[in-house]
């Protein structure tokens, strides 16, 4: 096969390639179009049959009206106290259960390790009466507690898990060489072994903020008062018994994937660095 042919046949695969990753995307990113284009179109065309791809009038005020026409911040402070409260309370207990696990072969190390995967089996939705007569009991309804600890406790062994792969993953020489140079424990875990595991603490933080950020079961069942509603329970209020908003529902839920791809975007550059960066040089 000369040079010219295997450029030809590289040439071929690229495109296929591209051709392929740009197909995968348009097929994932279609749904958030077609919402983002119906949050724009006025109630009366969405009656249409058949309905316009497009909105034939372009209504930008739906995202205004339908700021003012329901407590949307109040919605977006309760979910933003939950997801980061939740998400530091999962790094503050996993972070260290993870590294005591990596770095110690203890007894019934797999046995801790299997209880911890178990609770990952059981769905808030099956649940739900318990969870309900437990945070009565405790007084915890209609409390931003009582969401922060589940959805924490719920989140908390895929973190613990993914924690302890990525510390296991790093040199425990790296760690007896600072100890030698005068570091203590917590010194060395603090400036060596936490910037090492990044990649994995940030998806911790990825997983963590966005599971409670959708929480929806939980929520709903526990808060009652309009101020205190997170975003998913809050915006079912434009489903009526009827009729459905839909040119509201699909503009308050834009908003409501906002701060999670602003999330995303600003914590990507510390994934990607400590991806790129290795342990040992």
Partial sequence: MTQKTKNA????????????????????????INMFLTSLKPHD???LTPMHRTPVQWQWRNYIEVWHSAPIASYLKSSLIISISATLLVLAVATPAAY????????????????VLATQMFSPTALIIGIFR??????????YLALIVFN?????????WLLSGFFASIPVEIEEAALIDGCSRIK????????????GIVTAVIFTFVSAWNEFVIALTIMSSVDKKPIPVGITGFIGQYDVAWEFLFSATIIAIIP???LFISIEK????????????
């Fill in 9 to 32: 046949t590289f040439s071929l695969k690229k495109i296929a390639t591209m051709l392929a990753a740009y197909s995968i995307g348009i097929f994932f990113v279609y749904p958030y």
């Fill in 45 to 47: 065309e969405l009656n």
């Fill in 100 to 115: 005591y696990v990596a770095r110690n072969r203890f007894r019934g190390r797999g046995l801790f390790l299997l209880l």
């Fill in 134 to 143: 437990e945070v009565d009991l405790f007084g915890g309804l209609d409390s």
């Fill in 152 to 160: 924490a406790g719920f989140n908390l062994a895929f973190s613990i």
């Fill in 188 to 199: 060395a875990l603090s400036r060596i072994t936490l910037p090492l595991a990044l990649p």
């Fill in 260 to 262: 999670v791809v602003i």
């Fill in 270 to 281: 510390y994934l990607v660095g400590g991806l790129t960066s290795g342990s040992v040089k």
